[in-house]
Antibody, heavy 120, light 107 residues
């Protein structure tokens, strides 16, 4: 069974940093693209960042470019999101989601999400 | 960047009704479009990819169509368990933008 388990969320002050992790199991991690999608409270889905299977292609939403860094460790079956210079508007549930292949970017399945709250 | 819009933003229909949701891209995206369902308090779920390909396990009452800039998601016979918000998403190139969502409930 494919499983994606996010961790690392929490309360952080504006300007602070946080590192999210996503532990993957049940599939050959190094053959799939991986993604982060967020959802602010009561709002819609917002794509954040994507990384191809071998990290050769990396993409960011304009809203996080220069502040967030996506990475993966295929030996550890893990995906990461380093978030710096956090703002109140980054408050959201952050979902990890798998792509369907090496460099394709629809999302299935999704993890349960981890809540990031940016507040003083 | 290509913008994604959806209409209507919400709808209320009776059980058994045919429901159609429209998604529009500001520029052509061929068939690089996916649809997701998010039930209240739950994780989003992929319904359709490549504009019209039903994901495994998704009930056949869901269907998708369209290409270029105009796409539709149709529920042929609305069921109580279909109460959810539905999102389209483009994936032809980054940014992989979602539409704003369409909330569906039962009249």
């Amino acid at each position: 069974e494919v499983q994606l388990v996010e961790s690392g969320g929490g309360l952080v002050k504006p300007g602070g940093s946080l590192r999210l992790s996503c532990a993957a199991s049940g599939f050959t991690f190094n053959t799939y693209s991986m993604n982060w999608v967020r959802q602010a409270p009561g709002k819609g889905l917002e794509w954040v960042s994507s990384i191809s299977s071998s990290s050769g292609y990396i993409y960011y939403a304009d809203s996080v470019k220069g502040r967030f860094t996506i990475s993966r460790d295929n030996a550890k079956n893990s995906l990461y999101l380093q978030m710096n210079s956090l703002r109140a508007e980054d408050t959201a549930v952050y979902y990890c989601a798998r792509g369907p292949g090496v460099t394709t970017y629809w999302f299935d399945p999704w993890g349960q999400g981890t809540l990031v709250t940016v507040s003083s | 960047d290509i913008q994604m819009t959806q209409s209507p933003s919400s709808l209320s229909a009776s059980v058994g009704d045919r429901v159609t949701i429209t998604c529009r891209a500001s520029q052509g995206i061929s068939n690089y479009l996916a649809w997701y369902q998010q039930k209240p308090g739950k994780v989003p779920k992929l319904l359709i990819y490549a504009a019209s390909t039903l994901q495994s396990g998704v009930p056949s009452r869901f269907s998708g169509s369209g290409s270029g800039t105009d796409f539709t998601l149709t529920i042929s016979s609305l069921q109580p368990e279909d109460v959810a918000t539905y999102y389209c998403q483009k994936y032809n190139s980054a940014p992989f933008t979602f539409g704003p969502g369409t909330k569906v409930d039962i009249k």
